[in-house]
């Protein structure tokens, strides 16, 4: 069956009307500055965790001025908790890109947007759709679901060409008509659809709006799309935490290298091996009331890696301060450092 726009497109769009979701905050606004840091956020990122982090944003950094204007720390504090962080310093990034190189304002065109630091191919086209209602397509997780389905396009993503014809095809299917309200209400339908029916397992076809339409759907193996045969492979590594905390209870912290997990964030000095945190400690001088404890360790789970943490935590530690360029912190200053999540989540238990 050769699909044609209208199909598609006139049913995405009244489905969306009727069963997608129209009452998320960064919907009721086609201020691209809102609607940047919301699609920012959302990668990755579920929607009822991402509400919370928006509004505090916002009243943050009213717009791309302020947030351009603000210190990198202040918006890596701010954005503690959500992970990626390389998303926050691209965020910051963006923000002054915009300020200094585009006089504040936002491109209109998904081509341009695509330019700015962060923004990537499908973003920029969400953005440019919701804000600007230009007629051109995303293909984020969802949405490539979605069509690679609807279409049976069975091509291994993995090659960079089929991705280059799926894009073609996903342009091929934008709404043609009464753009201004279809555009936006398009994009979102095929991420709603994505994320609510046309599901990675036991998608809900009966319920779909493209289920006559679907290849997959007669094919009656939907889950067999969309197609890459390259897969990530994990690694897992073991760190060792060590919390240093003074007999006035401040802790050590110091600034994670640029690049690599939590660039830039502060964090408690990380060893290899447990044997390297005897080094350092029997290295630091002789020791003299403080006590030391080993806490369970806990896993945390990043796109390509396992990351087994084992807190070591010294309290009234006396001795030399490890030469890494942190500082004392104490307890009341946490709350303005860039944490990674885990970290955070450590300090407050002590
Ligand atoms: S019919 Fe099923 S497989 Fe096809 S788009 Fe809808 S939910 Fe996805």
Redesign the pocket.
């Known amino acids: 069956m050769i699909l044609s726009e209208t199909d598609v497109a006139t049913r995405v769009v009244r489905w969306q009307a009727s069963h997608g979701r129209n009452h998320l905050p960064w919907q009721q606004t086609r201020d691209p500055y809102k609607v940047w840091l919301s699609e920012i956020m959302l990668q990755q990122t579920q929607v009822s965790t991402v509400l919370g982090y928006y509004a505090r944003f916002l009243e943050r950094f009213p717009d791309v001025r302020a947030l351009a204007a603000a210190p990198q720390d202040d918006v890596m504090a701010l954005w503690s908790g959500l992970g990626y962080y390389s998303r926050a310093r691209n965020l910051h990034r963006c923000a002054q890109t915009v300020v200094n190189e585009h006089g504040g304002k936002f491109p209109r065109s998904a081509q341009v947007l695509a330019t700015l630091p962060g923004i990537g191919r499908s973003t920029a086209g969400a953005i440019a759709a919701f804000c600007f209602s230009e007629r051109t397509p995303i293909l984020d997780a969802n949405v490539r679901?979605?069509l690679t389905?609807?279409l049976g396009f069975d091509a291994d993503l993995a090659l960079s060409r089929n991705e280059r014809t799926l894009w073609l095809h996903a342009q091929s299917l934008l709404p043609s008509v009464d753009l201004d309200t279809a555009m936006p209400r398009y994009t979102q339908g095929l991420m709603d659809?994505g994320a609510s029916?046309?599901t990675p397992r036991n998608?809900?076809?009966p319920q779909?709006?493209?289920?006559t339409l679907?290849a997959?759907?007669r094919e009656g193996e939907?889950e067999r799309?969309p197609v890459r045969t390259r897969t990530l492979k994990r690694r897992s590594e073991s760190w060792w935490l060590l919390v240093l905390q003074d007999p006035v209870g401040r802790v050590w912290l110091s600034r994670r290298p640029a690049v690599g997990i939590w660039a830039g964030l502060y964090c408690v000095p990380v060893f290899p091996l447990r044997s390297d945190v005897s080094v350092f400690l029997d290295g630091a001088g002789p020791i003299s009331g403080q006590t030391m404890e080993e806490g369970a360790p806990f896993l945390h789970v990043l796109t390509h890696r396992d990351l087994h943490l084992h807190p070591f935590i010294v309290r009234q530690y006396g001795q030399a301060a490890p030469d890494d360029g942190g500082a004392w912190f104490t307890a009341a200053q946490f709350g303005a450092l860039g944490l990674p999540a885990p970290i955070r989540k450590l300090l407050a238990g002590l």
């Open positions: 679901r979605v389905r609807v659809l029916l046309c998608p809900a076809c779909c709006p493209l289920q679907c997959a759907h939907p799309y």
